[in-house]
């Protein structure tokens, strides 16, 4: 059963008062220093906050203690934040291997590969989101748009070639 200052974290999360949520948790953590929830609670207000490193560690500290697919999700989500694909690549991967059918690690794992340049595999990302969830309307939204760009590509490409004999 939950107290009323992990309950009271929520509350204070939900209506954007960070800092206050933040203390609650920290306040919770006190009490129960091995809670991978609590650190993950803890992580997600920091992000909010944009204390990223911050951040990163009480994800990594619950990740350590339990690794869960929406923890690793959320370790990779900051590390794309602050342009660190390869790592954020790593968490998604690893919450996909825990989880072959959770969307939001395939969804922004799409992402990151699309942000260092590979669209293909971006798109092949995308499909399986879609395979698992085929009313996923923003993994619709943006395989389209990711399509246009690759088409866009193909076609600037060509252009630019030209036969010397």
């Given amino acids: 059963m939950e107290n009323i200052d992990n309950i009271g974290g929520y509350s204070l999360a939900l209506t954007c008062k960070y800092n206050e949520a933040l203390k609650k948790f920290q306040k919770e953590l006190e009490n129960f220093p091995d809670d991978p929830i609590i650190l993950y609670n803890i992580g997600v207000i920091l992000q ?42 790593n968490y998604f991967k690893k919450a996909i291997e825990l989880d072959n059918n959770y969307t939001d690690a395939w969804f922004n794992m799409a992402v990151v590969i699309n942000k260092i340049g590979e669209i293909e595999k971006s798109i092949e990302a995308l499909n399986i ?14 395989l ?14 060509s252009n630019n070639f030209t036969i010397k004999e």
């Fill in 48 to 89: 909010q906050l944009k204390r990223y490193d911050e951040a990163i560690n009480s994800f990594e500290k619950s990740i350590a203690i339990r690794p869960m697919p929406f923890t690793l999700v959320n370790a990779g989500i900051t590390y794309g934040i602050i342009n660190e694909y390869r790592k954020a690549f």
């Fill in 144 to 157: 389209l748009k990711l399509r246009k760009k690759l088409k866009r590509i193909v076609k600037n490409s």
């Fill in 129 to 142: 989101v879609l395979k698992i969830d085929p009313n996923d309307i923003i993994a619709q939204e943006q």
